[in-house]
Antibody, heavy 112, light 104 residues
Framework: EVQLVESGGALVQPGGSLRLSCLGSGFTFSDYTMNWFRQAPGKGLEWVAHISNGGITTYYADSVKGRFTISRDNAKNSMYLQMDSLRAEDTAVYYC?????WGQGTLVTVSS | QLTQSPSPLSASVGDRVTITCRASQDISTYLAWYQQKPGKAPNLLIYDASTLQTGVPSRFSGSGSGTDFTLTISSLQPEDFATYYC?????????FGGGTQVEI
């Protein structure tokens, strides 16, 4: 069974940084591309970033380009999202996804 | 871009409900439907436009290809009152429909 577990969400001040992690199990992690998504309170779903299975190719939503960095460590079955220069509008539940499968999410709150 | 309609959708238990999702370009069948209840993560219902995810009741079905897609609930149950999203995985940026809230 595919399982994805996010962690690392927290309360952080505007301008601060945070690193999210996603641990995958139940599949060969290195065979799959991965994504991060998010959902702001009361809002719809938004794609954030993508990484190829080998970690070479990455794509970002315009709203996070230059501030967020996606990476992965296939030896640890893990993917990461380094979030810098955080803004209030980055407040959201962040989900990692493998194709159509998503985790349960981790909450990031950006507030002073 | 994905355009979902209607929103919201008012219905009663036992109703047949259809939600549509229109893509701004051909996405083949790279489309999924998710159900989301308040405070919960989205739950995968349908993938590849028409394949029912394991464990999802058979009253849910999906159809379409190219630019026009539908999610149908054949007989609405009380636990189906939720928000539904379509999602395309054909090309970047990956996008979602705006959501359809199915309400009583």
């Amino acid at each position: 069974e595919v399982q994805l577990v996010e962690s690392g969400g927290a309360l952080v001040q505007p301008g601060g940084s945070l690193r999210l992690s996603c641990l995958g199990s139940g599949f060969t992690f290195s065979d799959y591309t991965m994504n991060w998504f998010r959902q702001a309170p009361g809002k719809g779903l938004e794609w954030v970033a993508h990484i190829s299975n080998g970690g070479i190719t990455t794509y970002y939503a315009d709203s996070v380009k230059g501030r967020f960095t996606i990476s992965r460590d296939n030896a640890k079955n893990s993917m990461y999202l380094q979030m810098d220069s955080l803004r209030a509008e980055d407040t959201a539940v962040y989900y990692c996804g493998r194709g159509y499968y998503w985790g349960q999410g981790t909450l990031v709150t950006v507030s002073s | 871009q994905l355009t979902q309609s209607p929103s919201p959708l008012s219905a009663s238990v036992g109703d047949r409900v259809t939600i549509t999702c229109r893509a701004s370009q051909d996405i083949s069948t790279y489309l999924a439907w998710y159900q989301q209840k308040p405070g919960k993560a989205p739950n995968l219902l349908i993938y590849d436009a028409s394949t029912l995810q394991t464990g999802v009741p058979s009253r849910f079905s999906g159809s379409g290809s190219g630019t026009d897609f539908t999610l149908t609930i054949s007989s609405l149950q009380p636990e189906d009152f939720a928000t539904y999203y379509c999602h395309q995985l054909d090309s970047f940026p990956l996008t979602f429909g705006g959501g359809t809230q199915v309400e009583i």
